[in-house]
Nanobody, 119 residues
Framework: QVQLVESGGGLVQAGGSLRLSCAAS????????ISWYRQAPGKQRELVAV???????NYADSVKGRFTISRDNAKTTVFLQMNSLKPEDTAVYYC?????????????WGQGTQVTVSS
């Protein structure tokens, strides 16, 4: 089992910044992928950013240049630094852990953290 604890959401004005954290614990594989997804009201959940233990990262086009995903030295906590926030970034943000790659059939989800960007 893997537990994911997210923190850092909140209310911010457009143009502001927030930093989300996702702490993973439990049966963590040494090779894994931790990602951030988001879901806005009435919309499907979408992939925002991806981080692998090999150091590679990937971003949705809508957040490239504004969001940065990173890991701590232990590689069990993943951060999402969100700058130049826009009202359309408003959503519940979820942390996702997969052993191995993003295509792994096993997936664990955090409880979600609300991000609200006011115009």
């Amino acid at each position: 089992q893997v537990q994911l604890v997210e923190s850092g959401g909140g209310l911010v004005q457009a143009g502001g910044s927030l930093r989300l954290s996702c702490a993973a614990s439990g049966s963590i594989f040494s090779i894994n992928t931790i990602s951030w997804y988001r879901q806005a009201p009435g919309k499907q959940r979408e992939l925002v950013a991806v981080s692998t233990t090999s150091g590679s990262t990937n971003y949705a086009d809508s957040v490239k240049g504004r969001f940065t995903i990173s890991r701590d030295n232990a590689k069990t906590t993943v951060f999402l630094q969100m700058n130049s926030l826009k009202p359309e970034d408003t959503a519940v943000y979820y942390c996702n852990y997969r052993p191995g790659s993003l295509t792994s059939s096993y997936a664990y989800w955090g409880q979600g953290t609300q991000v609200t960007v006011s115009s």
